[in-house]
């Protein structure tokens, strides 16, 4: 078993356990701590995938960002550190039953399509995702620039780059910034159950 | 198990249904948001499997790039809502939030 199956293997069981455990855990702290060891070999497995940037956007915005986000949530709604949130017996069996029954469904999805073969590092291939070093294309890309695809021979010229997305991202990022501070400021005091 | 594209696909099938289970079980506002985490998360193993053992290219890296920005601005924006929920019920509870029920 070579390195890269091994660490593979590894993350990617730590990736599935912890994901499980997300599901399993009755508490909303235990869900979140389970949730940041999953995302992070997550960013692991896109390591192992030579998508370098992507894994480390995944650190920084996913593990970083998001869920100190949902922490901070967790921690100005939890009426307790430990407030169960557990599902009746009956809720467990079905949802664990229709779970596995839509696990099976998407494996045998998987297994019965015959993907495209998987490219061989090819001279053409400078900048594809296969090889790695993905920081200078990506960035190129998104200001609408396609070494890969405008220079690789037999490609269609047409593949453009992603300059318009992402200047509506940016212009959505400020919006839905602007639109959650005006939804969390604080009008008025919270009314008793009730009432 | 040998790193190849279908093993990066059934990770993200783990995870994709991990995250509908947790979606629809879970009662409280913020574990239901772990759950839609989790399922752009195996969303974004596919998308990086593909641009990794396919001939696809960078698109599928740049796609889970804009994922992962998206999930970050509704994070923020239903923290917000869940935030606005709890000021006004004191609990965020979704069985709770039957407000608009007929």
């Known amino acids: 078993m070579s390195g890269e199956n091994f660490l593979f293997s590894v993350f990617a069981i730590l990736t599935c356990v912890s994901a499980l455990a997300v599901v399993l855990s009755q508490t909303v702290v235990r869900m979140a701590f389970w949730l940041v060891i999953s995302l992070g070999s997550t960013a692991a497995l896109f390591f192992l995938a030579n998508a370098d940037f992507v894994g480390a956007a995944q650190l920084l915005i996913y593990v970083g960002g998001t869920l100190v986000l949902l922490v901070f949530g967790v921690m100005l709604t939890a009426s307790g550190p430990y407030m169960k949130i557990g599902t009746s017996a009956g809720e467990t069996v079905v949802a664990g039953l229709l779970g596995l029954l839509f696990l099976f469904v998407v494996f045998a999805c998987i297994g019965g399509v015959e993907w495209r073969k998987p490219v061989t590092g090819s001279a053409d291939n400078i900048a594809t995702g296969a090889v790695g070093n993905t920081l200078r294309p990506l960035g190129l890309s998104f200001l609408g620039v396609r070494p890969d695809a405008d220079l690789a021979t037999g490609k269609p010229p047409e593949a453009s780059g992603y300059l318009l997305p992402f200047e509506i991202v940016s212009v959505h990022l400020l919006v839905v910034l602007i639109g959650a501070s005006y939804l969390a400021r604080a009008k008025r005091r919270a009314a008793p159950v009730g009432q | ?102």
């Open chain 2, 1 to 102: 198990m040998a790193a190849g594209l279908n093993a990066y696909l059934l990770v993200g099938a783990v995870l994709f249904v991990c995250g509908v289970i947790c979606m629809a079980t879970k009662r409280n506002g913020i574990g239901v948001l772990m759950g839609v985490e989790l399922v752009l998360n195996g969303a974004n193993v596919n998308f990086v499997a593909f641009s990794r053992y396919t001939d696809l290219g960078l698109d599928g890296q740049i796609f889970s790039l804009f994922v992962i920005v998206l999930a970050a601005a509704e994070a923020a924006v239903a923290l917000a809502i869940a935030l606005n929920f709890y000021n006004n019920h004191l609990t965020i509870d979704v069985d709770r939030a039957n407000k608009l029920k007929g």
